[in-house]
């Protein structure tokens, strides 16, 4: 079953322009990851941000977490056709012994 | 530094038939997981390892076997293809268990089942 699950399923906006993802999920976690995929690639690891931590920041990247909601944003700033790709939220499942479960993602497209 | 390597990139099965889709990594990770990938459906772990020795199930490991001989390899063992395993596998790596861990993704196999 999947533990994260991203919304909106897919985003189209012009580069330069902000893009933000959601990410909710069921069960308390520890850590919540987001990941990149370009087309025909394996993902990239972006940014993991801890339970005990409310925003992180990497580069373009902003990365919110409310556990109180359980959910979590990722937005990307001045966004560049560069960013297009599929972007997928991740988070420890109990049941796996604390392996990554991966929400379906949410398919980002920048046009230039 | 290859990182996660994957071979075969892509292939072509019949019913039926066996194969072994093949990682590698060079990173000294001691944990490593194969997921698929379906439209829609995002990743679903099959199997996972914790280091040599020792591999255990994940969520969809029906039809699938896997071994850890080494730190290094991490095959996958299809035993008799099925057209619900055409997909893309994933193989990934992290230092220590993925949850708590960033884990590095090779390129993919995709494979299809005639």
Request: proline share 4%; hydrophobic share 30%; with cysteine.
């Amino acid at each position: 079953s999947q533990q994260g699950e991203e919304d909106p399923q897919a985003l189209s906006i012009q580069e330069g322009e902000n893009a933000t993802m959601n990410c909710s999920y069921k069960t308390s976690i520890n850590n919540l990851q987001w990941y990149r995929q370009n087309s025909g690639r394996g993902l990239v690891h972006l940014i993991l941000i801890r339970s005990n931590e409310r925003e992180k920041h990497s580069g373009r990247l902003r990365v919110t977490l409310d556990t109180s909601k359980k959910s979590s944003s990722l937005l990307i700033t001045a966004s560049r056709a560069a960013d297009t790709a599929s972007y997928f939220c991740a988070t420890p499942n109990f049941e796996y012994g604390n392996k990554l479960v991966f929400g379906a993602g949410t398919i980002l497209r920048v046009k230039s | 530094n290859a990182g996660v390597t994957q071979t075969p990139k892509f292939q072509v099965l019949k019913t039926g038939q066996s194969m072994t889709l093949q990682c590698a990594q060079d990173m000294n990770h001691e944990y490593m997981s194969w997921y698929r990938q379906d439209p829609g459906m995002g990743l679903r772990l099959i199997h996972y390892s914790v280091g040599a020795g020792i591999t255990d199930q994940g969520e969809v490991p029906n039809g699938y076997n896997v071994s850890r001989s080494t730190t290094e390899d991490f095959p996958l063992r299809l035993l008799s293809a099925a057209p619900s395993q055409t997909s893309v596998y994933f193989c990934a790596s992290s230092l220590m268990a993925g949850g708590y861990q960033p884990q590095h993704f090779g390129d993919g196999t995709r494979l299809s089942i005639l």
